[in-house]
């Protein structure tokens, strides 16, 4: 039971979906402050110095990021003063009250050239400013030396949020045609997934126990299995909902190479992550990507049909 626990970026994906998963979790805290951006911007070293010092939580929770891969190659002072510094600030903040962080990072901390699925011991090499910037906030959080979890996932999207799941049902309300990339494979992870499986593992947090974990669905798939699951799944659910159909079909998705769509930021050709550390050392399970996605197409607001 916490007595008070701070919690950033409640617009982003995951702390959205933290704020509502929290709110049907009531006997795990006291108080929850949801903070935005307006509320407190982490480039900002002397504003979370100062809202720590004055929440005063027992627990803090991260899940806020600079998350625009691509703007991060051209802006990298901002990517790391969030990225980097901030998670810091706030665990040196968390430390001086005896306090508690969770923090997330992200699958581009490796380099993608593993055969087979990355353990968290694996070796990090980051290809892109953004992976940099993660690794460096790990880092930094490891040094102040607090209780903290710091749970690495991927290719994260849910029913809210700009995400590749609400992109691929405009794109294909839009167009009969999609070109999607399929050389890299990963794991979709829905937002919910996460929020439910760090609201279950903050109820088994024991002690001063410390780590990186692996936090993503099970199964993997590539960007191209997953817009053609989008388009068959939002298929079969149309008639029941009564949703926009599709333009596109599944026939007409095409099979892109990494090389046919030049990003500014180079993304790992293999995202697999090894959840067994989690599920060793946590009672969880976490739905395979599939069971997910079906899960927020359920939960689509009417608004995005
Ligand atoms: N998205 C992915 O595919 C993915 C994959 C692997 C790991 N991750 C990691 O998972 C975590 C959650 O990601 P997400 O998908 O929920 O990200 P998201 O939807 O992009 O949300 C990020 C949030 O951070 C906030 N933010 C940005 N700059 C800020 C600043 N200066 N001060 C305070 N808040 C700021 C944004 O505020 P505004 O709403 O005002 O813009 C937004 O609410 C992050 O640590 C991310 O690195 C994400």
Same mark, same amino acid.
């Given at each position: 039971?916490?007595? &008070?626990?701070?919690?950033?970026?409640?617009?982003? /994906?995951v702390?959205?979906?933290?704020?509502?998963? %929290?709110? #049907?979790?009531?006997?795990?805290?006291?108080?929850?402050?949801?903070?935005?951006?307006? /509320?407190? $911007?982490?480039?900002?070293?002397?504003?979370?110095?100062?809202?720590?010092?004055?929440?005063?939580?027992?627990?803090? =929770?991260?899940?806020?990021?600079?998350?625009?891969?691509?703007?991060?190659?051209?802006?990298?002072?901002?990517?790391?003063?969030?990225?980097?510094?901030?998670?810091?600030?706030?665990?040196?903040?968390?430390a &001086?009250?005896?306090?508690?962080?969770?923090?997330f *990072?992200?699958?581009?901390?490796?380099?993608?050239?593993?055969?087979?699925?990355?353990?968290? $011991?694996?070796?990090?090499?980051?290809?892109?400013?953004?992976?940099?910037? &993660?690794?460096?906030?790990?880092?930094?959080?490891?040094?102040?030396?607090?209780?903290?979890?710091? %749970?690495?996932?991927?290719?994260?999207?849910?029913?809210?949020?700009? !995400?590749?799941l609400?992109?691929?049902?405009? @794109?294909? &309300?839009?167009?009969?045609?999609?070109?999607?990339?399929?050389? /890299?494979?990963?794991?979709?992870?829905? *937002?919910?997934?996460?929020?439910?499986?760090?609201?279950?593992?903050?109820? /088994?947090?024991?002690?001063?126990?410390?780590?990186i974990?692996?936090?993503?669905?099970?199964?993997?798939?590539?960007?191209?299995? %997953?817009?053609?699951?989008?388009?068959?799944?939002?298929s079969? @659910? #149309?008639?029941?909902?009564?949703?926009?159909?599709?333009?596109?079909?599944?026939? !007409? =998705?095409?099979?892109?190479?990494t090389? $046919?769509?030049?990003t500014?930021?180079?993304?790992?050709?293999?995202?697999?992550?090894?959840?067994?550390?989690?599920?060793? $050392? %946590?009672?969880? *399970?976490?739905?395979?990507?599939?069971?997910?996605?079906?899960?927020?197409?359920?939960? @689509?607001? @009417?608004? !995005?049909n």
């Amino acid at each position: 039971m916490y007595n &008070k626990i701070l919690l950033t970026g409640i617009n982003g /994906q995951v702390g959205h979906e933290l704020q509502r998963v %929290f709110s #049907e979790h009531h006997a795990l805290f006291g108080e929850l402050v949801c903070l935005d951006r307006n /509320q407190l $911007d982490l480039s900002d070293q002397q504003a979370i110095r100062d809202v720590v010092q004055t929440i005063k939580p027992d627990l803090i =929770i991260n899940p806020a990021a600079y998350t625009a891969v691509d703007n991060a190659e051209t802006e990298p002072e901002l990517a790391y003063a969030i990225n980097a510094v901030a998670p810091g600030v706030l665990a040196a903040e968390a430390a &001086k009250l005896g306090a508690r962080l969770i923090h997330f *990072s992200t699958d581009y901390v490796y380099a993608g050239n593993k055969v087979g699925l990355y353990v968290e $011991d694996d070796a990090t090499a980051p290809l892109s400013v953004y992976g940099k910037s &993660k690794l460096a906030g790990e880092e930094a959080i490891r040094s102040v030396g607090l209780p903290h979890l710091i %749970f690495r996932t991927s290719w994260v999207y849910g029913a809210y949020g700009k !995400n590749f799941l609400n992109t691929i049902l405009r @794109l294909a &309300k839009e167009r009969d045609q999609l070109r999607i990339v399929a050389d /890299q494979v990963g794991a979709p992870t829905s *937002s919910y997934s996460i929020a439910d499986t760090v609201v279950n593992v903050l109820d /088994q947090w024991q002690g001063d126990a410390s780590g990186i974990y692996h936090l993503v669905n099970a199964g993997y798939t590539t960007w191209h299995g %997953f817009a053609i699951a989008i388009v068959e799944e939002y298929s079969r @659910l #149309e008639a029941v909902k009564g949703w926009q159909p599709l333009k596109a079909q599944v026939e !007409n =998705i095409q099979a892109i190479t990494t090389a $046919d769509y030049p990003t500014p930021a180079v993304r790992p050709a293999n995202s697999r992550l090894d959840c067994s550390r989690l599920l060793r $050392d %946590f009672s969880i *399970s976490i739905p395979d990507w599939r069971e997910a996605l079906i899960a927020e197409l359920q939960a @689509l607001p @009417l608004a !995005n049909n």
